[in-house]
């Protein structure tokens, strides 16, 4: 496996995961990152939906870890206040 960086390391996985732990513990948003199952005759896609008052962002792990960033980003804008302090990394991920 020589010359191919493990996803782990890779830098928009590493913001996807921040992102994800700023939703998470700054917007109480619940994320779950499945693999969505696709068959024919139906269509599933990421986002969110309230359960029992609680935000859930659902994200298919299938997507690039850019798409993954902008569907998560969407929903955090969505949430947060403008007077919250909020990371710079995070920040730039909010435009």
Avoid at 18 to 45: K, M, P
Avoid at 65 to 94: H, Y
Wanted: net charge positive; with cysteine.
């Amino acid at each position: 496996m020589a010359g191919k960086t493990p996803s782990r390391d890779n830098p928009q996985e590493k913001l996807f995961r921040e992102l994800r732990s700023y939703a998470e513990q700054q917007c109480g948003i619940q994320v779950r990152c499945e693999r969505l199952t696709r068959e024919f005759g139906y269509s599933v896609r990421s986002g969110a939906c309230m359960v029992n008052g609680k935000k859930w962002v659902i994200v298919d792990r299938a997507l690039p870890a850019r798409d993954r960033m902008d569907l998560l980003a969407d929903e955090i804008k969505q949430t947060v206040d403008a007077n919250r302090e909020i990371p710079p990394n995070i920040r730039a991920l909010l435009r």
